[in-house]
């Protein structure tokens, strides 16, 4: 069964500190990965795109990687703002398929 | 370039009573995605269109949600009659026409059925 788990559930950290949100997934055949930043009472908004022969992209201070052999990616935050606390989603997807595969999310806290 | 634009942004209704979203779309984006989203979890699919065609919509409860997207443009869903465990966002979202492209979600309607 094609799914994308991801941790920890939620993370509080203090201002200015940095963090690394993990994401496992069990989709095959894996075409690519995308990290999404949901603020509250919104909508997602795309943070970093990534497909199977990639192993780092980086937006701002925003960093993905990806390990397509252990099928585990994570997104790292330096220097984290209070603008950063939302709920951040990995999304898988296959080839030739419109279909993507949203993890749970984790929820960060970021405390002046 | 405007976002994928969601109304109502709220409704709270009775179980049993019947409710409306709109979505309109970014202009030039063919496909579009109505999710529902439960507190605390991620986006579930509900119907994709392609167009005005449904590409997936094996995650619907057609017993009670109904989904249209007339020309292709602007799309509805309904549900009739609405549930308690219906309470949810419900995310629209709209991408390019080739496949892989990146989603625009819009901001959801929030349904609380009392």
């Known amino acids: 069964k094609n799914q994308v788990e991801q941790s920890p559930q939620s993370l509080i950290i203090l201002e200015g500190k940095n963090c690394t949100l993990q994401?496992?997934?069990?989709?095959?055949?894996?075409?690519?990965l995308r990290w999404y930043k949901q603020d509250t009472g919104r909508g997602p908004v795309s943070l970093t795109i990534?497909?199977?022969?990639?192993n780092t992209k980086s937006n701002g201070r925003y960093t993905a990687t990806l390990d397509a052999d252990t099928k585990q990616s994570s997104l790292h935050i330096t220097a984290s703002q209070l603008s950063d606390s939302a709920s951040y989603i990995c999304?898988?997807?296959?080839?030739?398929?419109?279909?993507?595969?949203f993890g749970t999310g984790t929820r960060l806290k970021v405390l002046a | 370039e405007a976002g994928v634009a969601q109304s109502p942004r709220y409704k709270i209704i009775e179980k049993r009573q019947s409710v409306a979203f709109w979505c309109n779309p970014i202009s030039g984006h063919a496909t579009l995605y109505w999710y529902q989203q439960i507190l605390g979890q991620g986006p579930k699919l509900l119907i994709q269109f392609q167009n005005n065609g449904v590409v997936d919509d094996s995650q619907l409860p057609k017993d009670r949600f109904s989904a249209e997207r007339l020309k292709g443009v602007d799309s509805t869903l309904k549900i009739q009659p609405a549930k308690l465990e219906d309470s949810a966002v419900y995310l629209c979202?709209?991408?390019?026409?080739?496949?892989?492209?990146?989603?625009?979600f819009g901001p959801g309607t929030r349904l609380l059925v009392l």
């Open positions: 979202a709209s991408s390019p026409p080739m496949y892989q492209e990146t989603q625009y």
């Open positions: 990534m497909t199977f022969s990639e």
């Open positions: 999304v898988v997807s296959g080839p030739g398929t419109y279909k993507y595969i």
């Open positions: 994401c496992n997934y069990t989709v095959s055949p894996f075409s690519n």
